[in-house]
């Protein structure tokens, strides 16, 4: 009743699963998760968004309205302004800048001229947020990679002495 278990070597205490604790392999499968999940995350959309922000470097410049405001590192901004004489509105990038501005904000965006969908503010082109969320995201998935080496090598300790033939005396 004190939340041990005597199975295993003779005197041998090990805390019970109702104390609170995870076993080991439960454990490394969370973290290794955790790993693939903020690799892919880096890989897969931060470096990505960060290139694309990069890639509009040389677009064209134009004086933008900020349309609509919101979570504009998800994407969710939009921009309004004038491009060949037509009057555009387009979504913000993953990855971009300028969430806390509100609606009407005057900014600077560069665009493909071939395609004025594809915009970015001008502060932003340089990789912006998307190049810092890339890096933050791959070190926390380096970190739960270190953190389940270290969980496995304990386990695989801990399994060897409980193998090992209680010493007689």
């Given at each position: ?11 041998a205490?090990?805390?019970s699963?109702a ?116 890096v ?34």
């Amino acid at each position: 009743m004190d939340g041990t278990s005597k199975a295993g070597a003779p005197g041998a205490t090990r805390p019970s699963m109702a104390a609170g604790g995870l076993r080991p392999r439960t454990s490394l499968l969370v973290l290794l998760f955790l790993a693939l999940l903020l690799g892919g995350c880096s890989a897969l959309v931060m470096f990505p968004a960060a290139r694309h922000l990069r890639s509009l470097q040389d677009g064209e410049r134009a004086q933008a309205t900020l349309h609509t405001s919101g979570s504009c590192m998800a994407g969710r901004c939009q921009v309004e302004f004038e491009a060949d004489g037509r009057t555009v509105v387009a979504d913000l990038p993953v990855g971009s800048g300028g969430g806390k501005d509100s609606v009407g904000t005057h900014l600077t965006v560069r665009y493909e001229s071939d395609d004025p969908q594809v915009v970015a503010r001008e502060d932003d082109t340089g990789g912006g947020g998307a190049a810092v969320g890339a890096v933050m995201s791959g070190a926390g998935a380096l970190l739960f990679l270190v953190i389940a080496v270290v969980v496995a090598i304990g386990a695989a300790r801990q399994r060897r002495t409980d193998s090992l033939p209680p010493s007689g005396s």
